[in-house]
């Protein structure tokens, strides 16, 4: 199950498949058409003389002209898609480009215009005249010259759609949704149920076990993983797992992807390596890049990405840099008050798997701390930055979370400290941080909604 997700998910990033489907459709949709012509009566035709009374040659002239038209815009179609990922692969971070081949209007228009295509060459074979027996599918034809008419409107559609795409501010916007997305889904999350505090002492039970490491079978990133799976085999073998590598970390083939120990009976585990190898690795989906579907630390970075770049001294765009700010200040106070899960989890009255998955602090370190330094010498950075975690602050009442983001008060004060030399300057940033720390320093009155 888990390998399907993965290339179910890989399909749908893809830019053939959506438009092999609508050509697909297309070449049904003549084929379907072309059967009515021929098993119905053409009388009506002599009705309606300039919209169905051209000849063969007529219709072969406009299914022509119109296939040949639609060939020309798909070409032109991919061209602009492909000119815009190299432009945002460049301008922005490589790492969104999964994100504009999964974009479905991309995908639409695309197969639109080579389905027309596909659509006037299946018509156009059809027809007859002459000596040939006389058949034209007027009803066909006419539905040629419609999908040619709404193709103009598509092809209107598609030059907005590209040129609001590569505007930063959607840009931006687009990786902050589907992270928020990806944080609906995963959080709080589920596998098994989180070990209270008096389970939490069993694990001490688990330092004498004999943990047999499984290796990992590829080389690549973890996409995916099967949650329930891994319970269900601990629970049927009666021991626990524990995970050496989190959701989007690197393995390299042969690194002990986890490791395995029972509670009872360990040479039972011993004769049934291979099995174990090959079914916990089933588990696994690795790729050649981190995804979105369970990684919501990949939308984080790819956030965070967009923002280096824009901070780098061949662009110096603080105010794209500024948006990412904003955003993931949005997404980390989302996280402030969730649930992100216990790293054990239980079955029965055992810990049946050691979980390995960020933390709130790690979300929030991946999020400012290379941002704090490369805009050690921009105010600007540095006051929204701390605009940030006042957002953040007023969405917990943790006292772990407060202190978390009370300590990156302090570094980016201290940053500042060390490189602005406007003493203006330095005095805003100070003040706005001590404005921070009186809201972490002030108990919420009420429990925030979820």
């Known amino acids: 199950m888990n390998k399907l997700k993965q290339w179910w998910s890989d399909i749908n990033s893809s830019l053939w498949f959506v438009p092999t489907i609508m050509v697909v459709v297309a070449m049904l949709l003549a084929y379907g058409l072309v059967m009515i012509d021929d098993g119905i009566s053409h009388d009506w035709v002599s009705e309606y003389p300039l919209l169905f009374g051209a000849g063969a040659d007529g219709a072969r002239g406009m299914l022509s002209a119109i296939?040949?038209?639609?060939?020309?815009?798909?070409?032109?179609?991919?061209?602009?898609?492909?000119?815009?990922?190299?432009?945002?692969?460049?301008?922005?971070t490589p790492r969104l480009l999964r994100n504009f081949m999964r974009d479905r209007a991309n995908q639409v228009v695309m197969g639109f215009f080579v389905?027309?295509?596909?659509?006037?060459?299946?018509?156009?074979?059809?027809?007859?005249?002459?000596?040939?027996?006389?058949?034209?599918?007027?009803?066909?034809?006419?539905?040629?010259?419609?999908?040619?008419?709404?193709?103009?409107?598509?092809?209107?559609?598609?030059?907005?759609?590209?040129?609001?795409?590569?505007?930063a501010a959607n840009i931006i916007a687009g990786a902050s949704e589907e992270t928020y997305k990806s944080?609906?889904?995963?959080?709080?999350?589920?596998?098994?149920?989180?070990?209270?505090?008096?389970?939490?002492?069993?694990l001490a039970t688990t330092d004498g076990l004999r943990w047999l490491p499984i290796p990992a079978r590829t080389t690549g990133y973890v996409q995916g993983i099967d949650n329930e799976s891994i319970l269900e085999f601990a629970k049927d073998k009666d021991g626990v797992i524990r995970m050496e590598h989190t959701i989007g970390s690197f393995?390299?083939?042969?690194?002990?992807?986890?490791?395995?120990?029972?509670?009872?009976?360990?040479?039972?585990?011993?004769?049934?390596?291979?099995?174990?190898?090959e079914h916990l690795n089933n588990q696994f989906s690795i790729g050649h890049q981190r995804t979105l579907d369970q990684d919501a630390g990949f939308g984080i970075r790819q956030i965070v990405d967009i923002a280096l770049k824009a901070l780098s001294p061949g662009i110096n765009d603080t105010t794209t840099a500024i948006m990412c700010i904003d955003h993931l200040g949005g997404l980390i106070s989302y996280l402030a008050n969730r649930q992100l899960g216990s790293p054990l989890r239980t079955a029965g009255d055992r810990v049946r798997v050691i979980a390995n998955s960020p933390d709130?602090?790690?979300?929030?370190?991946?999020?400012?701390?290379?941002?704090?330094?490369?805009?050690?010498?921009?105010?600007?950075v540095h006051l929204r930055t701390l605009t940030a975690f006042e957002t953040i602050a007023r969405r917990t009442s943790s006292f772990k979370r407060r202190q978390i983001?009370?300590?990156?008060?302090?570094?980016?004060?201290?940053?500042?400290?060390?490189?602005?030399?406007?003493?203006?300057?330095?005095?805003?940033?100070?003040?706005?941080?001590?404005?921070?720390?009186?809201?972490?320093?002030?108990?919420?009155?009420?429990k925030l909604p979820a």
């Open 67 to 92: 296939a040949s038209s639609m060939i020309t815009v798909a070409g032109l179609i991919f061209s602009l898609t492909l000119s815009t990922l190299a432009q945002v692969s460049s301008q922005y």
């Open 115 to 167: 389905g027309i295509f596909v659509y006037c060459l299946m018509v156009l074979r059809t027809i007859r005249g002459g000596d040939e027996g006389k058949f034209i599918p007027s009803l066909a034809v006419a539905f040629g010259l419609l999908l040619a008419l709404v193709s103009i409107g598509m092809l209107i559609f598609f030059i907005h759609h590209i040129a609001s795409s590569v505007q």
């Open 183 to 202: 944080m609906q889904k995963l959080f709080p999350t589920a596998l098994g149920e989180a070990a209270d505090a008096e389970e939490k002492a069993d």
């Open 251 to 277: 393995v390299a083939m042969g690194d002990p992807l986890v490791s395995v120990a029972l509670y009872q009976d360990d040479e039972k585990l011993l004769t049934e390596t291979e099995e174990t190898i």
């Open 360 to 380: 709130f602090d790690k979300y929030v370190s991946t999020a400012f701390d290379q941002i704090r330094t490369s805009g050690a010498d921009n105010v600007a």
């Open 405 to 446: 983001i009370r300590r990156q008060c302090e570094r980016t004060l201290q940053t500042a400290e060390k490189n602005l030399t406007d003493a203006h300057e330095l005095q805003r940033v100070r003040t706005r941080q001590a404005e921070a720390l009186q809201l972490l320093n002030t108990p919420l009155l009420e």
